[in-house]
């Protein structure tokens, strides 16, 4: 770490002055550095256990320097590992090294869903001792560890998990009075800090980095390099994160110029725009800054961060040209950046482009694309394209072809899939069977091997009072199956008294991760009454365990028990907590708890003020940037016919990027027939006004527009 060279790791370049020495300037302790919880007791908490520090700011705060120094100061004598992506992640974790310190500047570009970082590759990292150092914006923060939302898949499921397992140090983009005084005196020595404490519009860090001749770079351009800059900035808030082509940006330049622009265009009107683009700024940062593929060769462009950071919000309501989109799909070459641009795509209901993008990324072998492509494919109804690619032996088609048929109810349509080898069509034929009655047809699946046909009848026999015959059938597929009838069976176990059978049938399957095998080994160590070891499990990270033993706690009105849990961070004992102090309306504690930052008890004391008709106080924490508040103050205000009011407190939230608020103004404005504001959201990207537009036109009457909104979508251009 001490020959760790900090522009390599993501430092900003300085900005050039006379007089300057260094690459870089002196570095200003930030108050965070040796607070109690900062950067470096979180730091030296995980120098002894593994750990994972991640530090949340806005572009150009000082992250990645604040870090950098932090861990030369504490680990100069450790590995660095800086991996290019979440497969030499994968790598490291496979064959970890002793006292290394992983490098994760701008977390987000490894945090990709399944195809990125994953809780489990943190966790062995961890294990192994290492000390994972990232920077996160807080826009990937808020948006990573919201809520699931009600609609729709789960998008941020895997990234929540990995964010679960990490130290969270916040980064103020402003210094702190006894900060300014450190950088006063550092200013008597380096010029650079000397001209950044002179700046009024800009804090320190930023001047230092060039931000603000970054956001002059953009305004000032002239029309040509403009739509270049506005191109790529498109282009990399769409989801491309590998460096843009030459040709890309060529060919998506020419939307964002008018008519009389393209036809005085000059023949060097891209070469012009280009050089003024990637123009090194005060010698620290270029607006596209190049990335080359080897000596003499560039690979592409990609935006300074801060420009991203300022362009991204003040172009957040502006509509793609379909030359970008056009461009995109022609050029893309990552199958990554193809998914990413797909679902942004799709988000805007341009789903000609989103499937041809998904398309791409199948043929090149990416999974996550064929289970996108697969899900557009059923949601369009176009069940024949489904079929040909489930009989190609496409996993995600069979998947989502077998929804289909047991939706409609299409039983030997299914039995026929069972035929030649579709798993999802035999658990599919279990449960058809078992809504119908059909116990001969369930037993014969059985017989035949099916798993989950016997899983589904003994559920039937055990109604019936036939737990023994029940018992009986299960075994013979508890050791073959994938668990359904050994977790059945244990449970069956349990009521018979057989305990230890049922306890030892679970625990192996419980450390192997299954959720399910967890749940049922928790209820039954709890009917057992081993509660030392639920305790026990619970301690050591299991979730079922630590659901099972809040749940203990409060059915038995343990309450001191279960608020030492609570005070000790145990997620589930802080939501049986917060739902105990709400049933007993003990509003004052529920909001102690709240304002320490209890999700729970925020979210349970909204609800209860909004049930109370508590204005006054739901509008003061809304104006707090309490989330819940105001999802509760815009559900009273919508009870009491304020609907214009609800709206706008909405849309103020959903415009600073609370997607969950996007989706309560997306239901409520569905609700209220608005239509032609569905569509301008949906077309920026809203997710949540996508969903509801063709709800909204149904309630209208305008059933035939809305069926062709779902088969078709939209154009670049409505």
């Known amino acids: 770490m001490n020959a760790a060279v900090a522009r390599r790791l993501g430092v900003h370049a300085a900005i050039t002055v006379a007089d300057a020495s260094g690459p870089l300037p002196v570095y200003v302790e930030r108050d965070v550095d040796t607070a109690p919880d900062g950067v470096r007791a979180r730091l030296r908490q995980a120098m002894r256990d593994g750990g994972l520090v991640v530090l949340v700011g806005t572009s150009s705060v000082g992250k990645t320097r604040c870090a950098f120094e932090a861990v030369q100061a504490l680990m100069p004598a450790w590995w660095l590992v800086h991996p290019a ?104 020595t380096d010029a650079r800090i000397r001209l950044a404490l002179e700046a009024s519009d800009y804090g320190m860090t930023q001047v230092i980095a060039a931000a603000p001749q970054l956001i002059d770079r953009w305004h000032g351009a002239e029309a040509y390099a403009r739509a270049v800059l506005t191109a790529a900035v498109d282009a990399s808030r769409l989801g491309v994160q590998t460096p843009l082509s030459a040709e890309l940006l060529r060919a998506a330049a020419p939307g964002y110029c008018s008519a009389r622009q393209k036809a005085d265009a000059p023949s060097n009107w ?120 489930a009989d190609a032996g496409d996993a995600a088609a069979i998947e989502r072809l077998a929804d289909v048929l047991a939706n409609q109810g299409r039983l030997e349509e299914l039995r026929r899939r069972v035929e030649v080898g579709d798993q999802p069509a035999t658990e599919w034929v279990a449960v058809l069977l078992a809504e119908q009655g059909k116990t001969e047809g369930l037993r014969q699946e059985a017989d035949a091997g099916n798993e989950y046909a016997a899983y589904k009848l003994a559920g039937i026999l055990t109604k019936n009072g036939q737990i023994d015959d029940a018992i009986s059938l299960l075994r013979t597929h508890a050791e073959s199956g994938r668990g359904h009838a050994a977790n059945e069976l244990a449970s069956l176990l349990a009521k018979k008294g057989q305990m230890d ?40 990270g299991d979730r079922a ?29 802080i939501d049986r907590l917060a739902d105990l102090l709400a049933k007993q309306g003990r509003v004052d504690e529920l909001r102690e708890r709240a304002d320490i930052g209890e999700r729970p008890a925020a979210y349970l004391l909204a609800r209860l003020l909004g049930e109370q008709g508590r204005e ?87 059933s035939e527009e809305a069926h062709h909104l779902r088969r078709f979508g939209l154009s670049p251009e409505e």
């Open 85 to 188: 992506d979440a497969a030499q992640l994968q790598s490291l974790a496979d064959q970890p090294l002793p006292k290394t310190v992983v490098w994760l500047d701008e977390l987000q570009t490894y945090l990709d869903g399944k195809r990125g970082l994953t809780p489990a590759t943190v966790r062995t990292l961890l294990g192994a001792g290492a000390v994972l150092v990232a920077s996160l914006w807080p826009k990937y923060l808020s948006a990573f560890t919201s809520s699931p939302p009600a609609i729709g898949p789960d998008p941020y499921r895997v990234e929540r998990r990995v964010l679960q397992l990490a130290e969270i140090v916040h980064i103020d983009a402003e210094l702190s009075e006894q900060e300014h005084e450190r950088a006063c005196e550092a200013a008597a």
């Open 270 to 389: 891209f070469e012009t725009a280009l050089a003024y683009a990637t123009e090194t700024l005060k010698g620290a940062v270029a607006a596209l800054e190049p990335v080359a593929v080897k000596m003499g060769e560039i690979a592409g462009y990609v935006v300074a961060d801060y420009l991203l950071q300022y362009a991204s919000a003040e172009r957040r309501k502006a509509k793609v040209p379909a030359s970008t989109w056009e461009s995109l799909v022609r050029h893309l070459t990552s199958p990554s950046d193809q998914v990413r641009v797909g679902e942004s795509a799709y988000d805007r209901l341009l789903y000609g482009y989103a499937e041809t993008l998904w398309q791409r990324a199948v043929d090149a072998g990416d999974a996550h694309a064929t289970y996108a492509l697969a899900a557009l494919l059923e949601e369009q109804g176009r069940e024949e394209e489904l079929r040909e690619r």
């Open 501 to 540: 059978e049922a306890v030892s049938l679970l625990r192996p399957r419980a450390d192997a991760g299954g959720w399910d095998a967890a749940c049922r080994l928790a209820q039954v160590l709890t009917q057992a009454g081993n509660i030392e070891e639920l305790i026990q499990r619970a301690d050591g």
């Open 545 to 573: 365990a630590a659901n099972q033993l809040a749940d203990l706690l409060s059915a038995h009105g343990l309450e001191t028990e279960l608020k030492q849990r609570a005070d000790a961070g145990d997620q589930a004992a």
């Open 616 to 702: 006054e106080e739901l509008r003061n924490r809304a104006d707090a940037c309490d989330r819940y508040s105001i999802y509760q103050l815009a559900q009273l205000l919508s009870r009491q016919k304020r609907t214009e009011e609800a709206i706008a407190l909405l849309r103020t939230r959903a415009e600073a990027d609370d997607w969950i608020a996007a989706e309560e103004l997306a239901e409520l404005l569905a609700e209220q027939g608005q239509v032609d504001e569905l569509r301008e959201r949906a077309s920026t990207g809203d997710h949540a006004a996508s969903y509801f537009l063709p709800q909204a036109l149904i309630r209208l009457g305008r």
